[in-house]
């Protein structure tokens, strides 16, 4: 079966009253999918920002980017800037040693130095928590995974293990596979998700550059980029099977998924869930985001955890979200049954309803006027007039890289890096249509229909269509 689960059979009789305890479920991969894919990508070259960046964009994927420290901004080579684009666009920054020495194991020392580097430069949620080593070899498992998650080899082929690895992960976490792409390895992007997908695992591929694009230092084995394009399209197209993630993400799901406990109890007409576990430790608090389904007898529910209201859907006698552990109960109610602690208007308001609430100019996103060459702007009249958000938005993510606010593959609006931070979003006619808050690393906050959409995150403002 494609989950881990927790039947809790319990019955509760109190008097004429009785309270049947619900199954729950968590899934195997996100969104109950039968496989996860990773896309990583070695050195730093600049075809990482104008090749990579812009296809993965187009689909709505993250990959991980292995960041040589010494080599940004060398020739061909990407800059801080460009890393810091990667990682305001939600993509896992890693590392891949300062020095890449040629043909010889990274240097003890790197280990901790490269990560200490990437953290002072890039703000990330949970900063560098991914090790991709120079010529596939660990400097040492024990120093690598006191400073990591995931250390990643090449092939596990090379290594005597298995390409594709299991739903619970390799048996050595500094020792994670990832297939070598291009002229040296594979281009059969889609047959690996094929296997991956029939095997219940993870495939993970490991890129240098492209044969077009800037590609710097990164020379070993380019990769045809029509190719790689064509297996995220592959990707998209069965994306109720495949879960395209960074490498250091799917391993956080992995680990909390195996330590997770999941309590649920019923009163009235509610149903309270409690999603914990106790791996926290001093590289991350594994609070990345697990997909649960419960039962439930509801046509309609609205789902919170912690008083934040958070995406689902009923299918099947089964409500479905993601939730964060140990983030706070997780209520499933009645749709409608109470207004949001944050904000009674939090539900989405029907498209053609006048009584649409619309933000006032306390809270308008979009900020009174704009000066722009055709003359001034009125923003609250024109909002999605080019010269009221392009350049703030630009400042913003080179400013405040840490947030990153995109278009998810599943067609969601996803903030990431925003803990504890209120989030609103807004349509194009300036409507608010949800109103949440932050509560772990990434987080589905709205979906609906196409569109041009503003996201309020604490004082930032982000454009997403969907």
Known sequence: MNYKKISIAALIAMGSSMVFAQDAEIATWAGFRKAAVSFTFDDGPQSDVGVALPMFEKYGYKATFNIVT???GGQGMISWDGVKQLASSGHEIA???????NGQPMPGNEIASSKQTLNSKVQQKYG?????????????????LQNYVVGRICNGSWKGGSDIMGKDGPNNWAAVSAL??????????KGNMQKAVQQGGWVAFLTHGFTTGTNGYATYSPTDASTMEGSLQYAQQNDKDIWVAPMGHVAMYIKERKAAKVDVSNS???TTVKLTHNIKDNISNYDYPLTLKVKTSLSKAEVTQAGAKLESKIDGGYVYFDAVPNAGDIVIAGEGAGPSPESSSSAEPPQSSSSEAKSSSSTNPWGPKSSSSKGEVDCNANPFDPSCHGMAIAAELQNDFGLSVYRSSDNYIVVGGAQGMSITVFNSLGH?????RGLGAVQKVYTGAKGVYIVKVGGKSFKVKL
Do not use: E, K
Not at 432 to 436: A, D, E, H, L, W
């Open 180 to 189: 070598m792409t291009g002229n040296q390895g594979t281009s059969d992007f």
């Open 95 to 101: 590392s891949h040693s300062d020095s890449h020495p």
């Open 128 to 144: 560098c928590i991914t090790l991709a080593y120079p010529n596939c070899d660990t400097p040492g498992d024990s120093q690598v």
């Open 432 to 436: 608010q249509v949800r109103t949440t």
């Open 268 to 270: 009235g007409s509610s």
């Open 70 to 72: 010494g080599w940004v």
